[in-house]
């Protein structure tokens, strides 16, 4: 498979092994990841424009907009933000209104079903494929037979972008009310913690900024709650260690919705 951009007559390979493959622009992309950072006309172009979901046998492709500001259409026809669309053979996509940044999704011939060889009868041809096929080393493909039957490589892969950030929200805001629980820290304290908190939480909810700055200002909001609860008369170690972890596994999920 291939996004054919029509304005440079260059094709951007889809790698089928893959089951999601981004297409925006990076400063550091994964090798998977089709970059249009270099393209003409990249400023209409999102960070993370859209999604290319691979189908398990790598035949098949669906194309899902991110949000995008200036949104993403399939032969003239707008796709609605996060809402997967099926691609034909051919089919036209435009970043943007103008048809500036323009592909054709190919479905190229390394992908499409390989035809069935034709074997002639006669006597002769018979002889020499059997004597074709007697120089030829069998190769055997041993299965490994450790497989585990859970991975964590396999569950991340599973997980989609949406559902990895929901639940990295969810284990943040039970982090920072058991943490707060255990602080005794009541409804009254500073209002400025609940904005550090706020604030980060909704930095780490958006697609398109970086995720560095909301665990800065939650950083901060925690270290505030620390030295106002006076951490040196905090004995409760258990308490503080279910905290990271439920932080730890926030951290997992917002990070695997941005490296999939």
């Given at each position: ?68 500001s200036n949104g993403t259409f399939i032969n003239g026809q707008p796709l609605n933000p996060f809402v997967r669309q099926f691609l034909n053979d051919g089919d036209t996509i435009n970043l943007g209104q103008e048809n500036n940044v323009s592909f054709k999704f190919r479905q190229t011939a390394s992908n499409a079903p390989a035809p069935e060889p034709s074997v002639a ?140």
């Open positions: 498979m291939e996004l054919f951009h029509i304005q440079t007559n260059q094709a951007f390979k889809i790698f089928t092994e893959h089951n999601l493959i981004k297409v925006g622009k990076f400063v550091e992309p994964d090798a998977k990841d089709i970059n249009l950072i270099n393209i003409p006309n990249a400023d209409v172009v999102s960070r993370i424009h859209l999604y290319l979901y691979i189908d398990p046998s790598g035949n098949h492709c669906e194309l899902e907009d991110q949000g995008s009868t006669s006597p002769t041809n018979l002889q020499n494929t059997s004597a074709q096929l007697s120089h030829k080393p069998i190769e055997v493909k041993q299965e490994s037979g450790d497989r585990s039957l859970f991975s964590v490589d396999d569950f991340r892969k599973n997980l989609s972008p949406s559902v990895s950030r929901f639940l990295g929200m969810a284990f943040l805001v039970a982090g920072i009310i058991y943490f707060a629980s255990i602080m005794n820290v009541g409804i009254s304290f500073n209002a400025y913690v609940l904005i550090f908190w706020g604030l980060g939480g909704y930095l780490l909810f958006q697609k398109n900024l970086s995720k560095e700055w909301g665990w800065l200002l939650i950083g901060i909001g925690l270290l505030v709650v620390l030295f106002q609860a006076r951490i040196y008369a905090f004995t409760n170690l258990l308490g503080l260690i279910i905290s990271l972890v439920l932080f730890g596994l926030s951290y997992f999920f917002f990070d695997n919705s941005e490296k999939k």
